[in-house]
């Protein structure tokens, strides 16, 4: 029984020393899709703006694509740049229970995303087949702003609907890991702060305020990427 065992725990211990010393290469191009969550609240210079909704969180699903380009030094330094293309965040809704609580449908504020795009960077050191790393990225992101059954005149009327767009600037900052499943793909986790600086809707029933509007938010994320 031991002239059989023995074998099998040699085996499985030059095994495990092989696989731990074989630090996997994470140089090259990459593209891949992610989803996850945003955990937001609506930002503004005027405060008087949560007491006519009650309400400033805006917690969203998001998808989209990336990719990006990785470089690993010989002492397993890696680093990099990735391009960012949200392609689905959710409409923020907000209804309005100070200026018409009585509203039947009532007053509704939306926001809805357009179009974004970011340039970002990391840094991160590969541990067998992960790859823990601190990320940040800049972008560019245009808002749809909407007020739902009030008029140009800041008075009530159904159906009545008013719009005005915005661009804002985005920025993205935290940390993942990934883990190459084999040479050609690897999966990761990301958890980022996730925030936009404040900008204008002005419409006509708002016309001449100086009111303005961003986000803050948590963002958790999983994605999986193709290397090439």
Request: net charge negative.
């Amino acid at each position: 029984m031991r002239s059989r065992l023995l074998p099998a725990i040699l085996l499985m211990i030059l095994a495990t020393t092989t696989s731990a010393a074989t630090t996997p290469d994470w140089s090259g191009w990459y593209v891949g899709i992610f989803g996850g969550y945003l955990d937001g609240k609506l930002t503004a210079n005027d405060p008087t703006h949560l007491e006519t909704t009650g309400n400033f969180d805006d917690d969203s699903p998001l998808a989209g694509l990336h990719a990006g380009l990785l470089k690993q030094t010989e002492r397993g330094w890696v680093y990099g740049g990735e391009f960012v293309l949200p392609l689905y965040i959710q409409t923020g809704s907000a209804e309005d229970i100070f200026w018409f609580p009585d509203a039947d449908p009532p007053v509704t504020y939306e926001a809805d995303y357009q179009l974004a795009a970011l340039i970002g960077g990391r840094l991160g050191r590969s541990v067998g087949s992960w790859l823990p790393y601190a990320f940040g990225a800049l972008g560019l992101a245009s808002v749809e702003g909407r007020s739902i059954n009030v008029n140009d005149q800041d008075q009530y009327e159904e159906g009545f609907e008013q719009s005005a767009s915005a661009t804002h600037l985005v920025f993205q900052l935290g940390g993942g890991a990934d883990w190459q499943a084999t040479r050609d793909w690897f999966a990761g986790l990301r958890v980022l702060a996730f925030i936009s600086d404040e900008r204008s809707y002005e419409m006509p029933w708002n016309e001449g305020e100086d009111s303005e509007f961003g986000l803050e938010a948590l963002l958790v994320q999983l994605q999986v990427s193709r290397c090439f």
